[in-house]
């Protein structure tokens, strides 16, 4: 009947257009098919539009090109001087080759993690706790490089490793913490002791330039007083200069410069010296001063 293959012929024709579009594969960014023909390696499929042979090739694996983490779970490690800690580990890693990641080891993340641990016990085993405590970036320095290249034949690019958590027992860990107090009160006690070493010199120095400032001070004190001392004593000679010079200019005669001399040796007496000796050019000078002296006194009538 017409009818009946006209139906055939449309369902063989839905048939194979499923069949086609089932094939129709698209690969995403940071993406990579892994495709086998008749059961051996064909090809890897990058980003965009593949169309696979019906019944005769297979996508074997989808595999992702991005970084990816793996957090693996505390393993018991064993350092040098024989204490036992916990320490889970992070890695960071990317698959560079897919067709070396299918093929190149059979669960690939399992073979990672076994190799993660066997590697940290081989590292920690050779150091003690305090230094296994205090060289983080030395251990993933070297588990990168070792991971690195133990995973190269996976397809696999170790990109980093970090220690998460290192646990040790709660013995040493207590242990730990009295060490840190302890250190933690030496400090204080060094640091008190430091600002009274402080505290002490500043006063010194205090008093060291107080000290200063005081002799500077009666220094200055002194200087001002001979200052003043020797402008007194200049303005003395200056204006006996300047008595000498008018009395110069004046002409004096011999008589006033007797009188002169005798009023100087007055005042050079000032009624303490006890023996003085008086020229002779005076002498008679003094004389007649005392003769008129007597005569005055004399003529002065009588009460």
């Known amino acids: 009947m ?13 048939l194979i257009l499923i069949v086609v579009v089932s094939n129709i594969h698209v690969v995403q960014q940071s993406k ?39 957090d693996f779970d505390p393993q018991p490690v064993i350092t040098k001087d024989n204490v ?10 990317q698959i560079t080759d897919p067709k070396l990641y299918t093929y190149g080891v059979e ?5 990672i993690e076994n190799l993660t641990a066997t590697t940290l016990r081989n ?38 490793v970090e220690l998460k958590n290192i646990l040790p027992p709660r013995e040493i860990q207590n242990a730990m913490e009295k060490q840190m107090k302890a250190e933690r009160e030496r400090r204080e006690s060094i640091l008190q002791a430091e600002g009274q070493k402080a505290s002490q010199i500043l006063v010194a120095e205090g008093e060291k330039q107080s000290a200063i400032l005081r002799a500077d001070a009666a220094k200055q004190a002194k200087i001002m007083a001979a200052e003043a001392e020797a402008t007194s004593i200049l303005k003395v000679q200056q204006a006996m200069a300047d008595s000498l010079r008018m009395l110069n200019e004046a002409a004096p ?48 009538p009588t009460a």
């Open 107 to 111: 669960y690939p993340m399992s073979a």
């Open 2 to 14: 017409p009818g009946l293959g006209y139906i055939a012929i449309g369902v063989l024709v839905l």
């Open 123 to 160: 590292i920690i085993g050779d150091m003690e706790l305090d230094q296994s405590l205090t060289s983080r970036d030395v251990i993933n320095a070297k588990m990168r490089s070792i991971l690195d290249e133990a995973t190269d034949p996976w397809g696999i690019k170790v990109n980093r």
């Open 32 to 70: 990579a098919y892994v495709v086998e023909r008749l059961g051996s390696f064909s090809a890897v499929w990058g980003n965009g539009l593949h169309l696979k042979i019906p019944f005769i090739e297979r996508v074997v694996k989808k595999i992702s090109l991005k970084e990816q983490v793996a």
């Open 253 to 300: 005669n011999d008589q006033v410069i007797k009188l002169k001399s005798l009023e100087a040796m007055q005042k050079i007496a000032d009624g303490k010296a006890t023996k003085i000796i008086i020229p002779s050019e005076i002498q008679g000078l003094a004389g007649l001063a005392a003769s008129a002296k007597a005569f005055l006194e004399d003529d002065k």
């Open 84 to 93: 036992t800690m916990q320490i889970d580990t992070v890695i960071y890693f």
